[in-house]
């Protein structure tokens, strides 16, 4: 299973950008799916997931309302619409699969991309 990111990229402040993630390799449509962000010397941290098998969404507290996780099974892609852009959002976001249907820690996926860039400007 290969996942592919992409959409990063620079922002300035209060403006928008959508990641996507492609699937290569499996179907991931019972999977679990989710973003996850590293900004420079801090830990790897949760941003939202999407079930496998109800497409119920979680997001981190940090993001709720400016955040959208979506994906589209007919086209193995996840996407992270985001709004409102701040600049303590700039981190390498990194697509992830679960393991099973769902997850929200780190632990729960299995397989990870090489991450997008995103920089928000102020």
């Known amino acids: 299973v290969r996942l592919v990111e992409s959409g990063g990229g620079l922002v300035q402040a209060g403006g928008s950008l959508r990641l996507s993630c492609a699937v290569f390799g499996s179907s991931s449509n019972l999977y679990g799916m989710g973003w996850f962000r590293q900004a420079p010397g801090r830990e790897r941290e949760f941003v939202a997931s999407i079930s496998g098998l109800t497409g119920a969404t979680d997001y981190a507290d940090s993001v709720k309302g400016r955040f959208s996780i979506s994906r589209d099974n007919a086209k193995d892609t996840l996407y992270l619409q985001m709004s409102s852009l701040k600049p303590d959002v700039t981190a390498i976001y990194f697509c992830?699969?679960?393991?099973?249907?769902?997850?929200?820690?780190?632990?729960?996926?299995?397989?990870w991309g090489q991450g997008t860039q995103v920089t928000v400007s102020s």
């Open positions: 992830t699969r679960a393991q099973s249907y769902s997850g929200t820690a780190a632990g729960d996926f299995n397989y």
